[in-house]
């Protein structure tokens, strides 16, 4: 399957991130036929699209707007998750940076069609640069008429304020997002009621990520047969993948959905060294691992599904034969530890009793024992926290078992650095072994 | 620095972005942050002021979020990403010479108050591994070797340029700008570098576009 530079295909125009080097390329045409239609029309067009979340679940855009309740006399909200900060994404960030108005324009055709007045943009603080490049973009879109009263003479009113986060994985989690947003600590709220219902200010509110609402103009712009013309039926479009790793040219590489992982890989320029793949996840920590068996494996929703993985976020981490699985599981069980927000007991608990064990296999202790009762304590977490960080953080243990016990039973006694000398997996030239 | 009239008419000014003006908050520590290095009690107790909620609840928003330090965090933030990806590829090693340098560990000030060091997580730039931050401005693909010269040369006074993005001012700058983004440095820099545009370049030589149109499909 070839590349299809759609979102990315003017990223090596300079001026791209400009409102005329945007315009330059047919950006906000999408917005002046769209601001003539009815919204109703908009969201038919997004659901007939078929397009689905790119922030991780895949949920579909379309069916998300059309529950937002019409003609209920609450302001409506829009908010755009742009928190990216599940380990191995680096999408999100990148299109903020590098095509600021195509998120914007995206924005303003969304709120539009949910009927919102206002819209965040929610970006993790820890990247000023992409905040201040979407905060230009939308200055810029207003000086031009783009944002503000009565856009383009249409009668729609739309303000859109950038909003910086302040480092919290959580803040990630829609619901948690909200609170964030509302000025209280990120915690996850109970669901029901759903955002569409009782979001932000408990309005009605559509939460969809970067590349999701990147996708708009251009799907409004060239429709929804074109749209579907790349991907599956069950997962139509392209998408923005960032291949990060042990590979010779990691980056991003923009493909239909379905696209497989060794296409991708060679794209990428192959592995390092021509070493081979020893394990890969094609969205995040957050989504199973799978191996080199794998590769063949159409990156859609459904096929990474029945091979017992998510999509995820579509940015493939890939690691060589360098790297102890014991070890890079133990980091992640690390990071779902320091990122649990506390609020419920399996998910607190839980990640802080796995980690002990994790850590204990990667020093070379422990007990065979152990190896099952993890995966027990990882039983008790999934499917009873409450918000999916606890699921996620029952996630890459249980997988990397399946393919790599001997390895867990091995680090009873022999540490991960003297299985796997840690320079080895170093991808800078002069890293010298011990 | 203390928190001014002019600190709190910004506060005001953030607090009026939002349908409620509560949601200003995180820009506000932020802007707090920017002004005092740190998040102090009398940063607090202005926020607390002009959103007319109790400090108590100011703190404990504060206190959730790792951004926001409670010691003066210096002249320069330096963060280094330690989550798998970029840990196992040799951020470990970087985090470790930087540690070394500086004579600190994770979430502590140097002495001399010029930096401050941190182990970070993904930086949602795992293309760019290991990776490192300065004031929280992109620092890609370091070496144990380039991190140290980095701080050198920032230890010495001398212009250091991010990687993605614009020269290197100090943790206060970009706190700044955390509240206030229409920072004049959008056009600074150019943060689409070769990896960010790996695809593009592999289509353009292998002669690979997207259709634009249904018919061409
Ligand atoms: C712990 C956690 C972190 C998340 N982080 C993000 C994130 O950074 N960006 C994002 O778009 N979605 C994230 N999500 C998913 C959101 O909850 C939500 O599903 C998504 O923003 C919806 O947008 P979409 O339908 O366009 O994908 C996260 C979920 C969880 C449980
Ligand atoms: S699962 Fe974890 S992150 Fe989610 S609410 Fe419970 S403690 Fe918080
Ligand atoms: S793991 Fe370091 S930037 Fe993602």
Known sequence: ??????????????????????????????????????????????????LRGRGGAGFP??????????????????VVNADESEPGACKDIPIMMANPHALVEGVIISSF??????????????????????????????AAGLIGKNILGSGFDLEVVAHSGAGAYICGEETALLDSLEGFRGQPRLKPPFPAVAGL???????????????????????????RQFGTEKSPGFKVFAVSGHVNRPGIYEAPLGITM??????????????????????????????????????????????????????????DDTVSVVKAVTRWLEFYKHESCGKCTPCREGTYWITGVLEKFEHGHGTEAEVETLVGLCGQIAGRSFCALGDAAATPYPAALKYFREEFLAATTT???????????????????? | MAITEATREQMQQLAARYPQPRSALLPMLHLVQSVEGEVTTDGIEACADVLSITPAEVKAVSTFYTMYKRKPVGKHHIGVCINTLCGLLGGDAVYDALSERLGVGHDQPTADGEFWLERIECQAA???APVMTVDWEFMDDVTPTSAVDIVDRLARGEQVASTRGPVIRDFRATEHTLAFPLDGLADEGNPVDAKMLAGLAVA?????SAPTSTKEG
């Not at chain 1, 855009?61 to 829009?78: A, C, E, I, R």
């Not at chain 1, 007045?117 to 990247?127: K, L, P, S, T």
Request: with cysteine.
């Open chain 1, 201 to 227: 200010y408990a309005s009605p509110t559509v939460i969809n990520n970067v590349e999701t609402i990147a996708n708009i103009p251009y799907i409004v712009d060239r429709g929804v047969e074109w749209f």
């Open chain 1, 415 to 434: 540490s991960a650095d003297e299985q796997f000398d840690p320079v080895a997996s170093y991808v800078f030239a002069g890293a010298v072994a011990r």
């Open chain 1, 61 to 78: 855009t379309g069916l998300k707007w059309s529950f937002v309740p019409q003609n209920d006399g609450k302001p409506h909200y829009l």
């Open chain 1, 113 to 142: 069609a949910i009927r919102a007045n206002h819209a965040f943009i929610y970006i993790r603080g820890e990247v000023p640069e992409a905040i201040r490049r979407v905060a230009n973009a939308i200055e810029q879109a207003r």
């Open chain 1, 262 to 319: 060794r296409e991708l890989l060679d794209y990428a320029g192959g592995m390092r060294d021509g070493r081979p793949v020893k394990f890969w996840l094609p969205g995040g920590s957050s989504v199973p691992m799978l191996t080199a068996d794998h590769l063949d494996i159409p990156m859609t929703y459904e096929d990474m599904a029945t091979a017992g993985t998510m999509l995820g976020t579509g940015t493939p981490m890939l690691f």
């Open chain 2, 126 to 128: 795992c293309t760019h």
């Open chain 1, 1 to 50: 399957m070839t590349l299809t530079p759609i979102i990315t295909e003017f990223w090596d125009d300079p001026k791209l991130y400009t409102l005329d080097g945007y315009r330059s390329h047919g950006g906000y045409r999408a917005l002046a036929s769209a601001l003539k239609q009815d919204p109703d029309a908009i969201i038919g067009t997004i659901k007939d699209s078929g």
């Open chain 2, 204 to 208: 353009k030589e292998r002669g690979m």
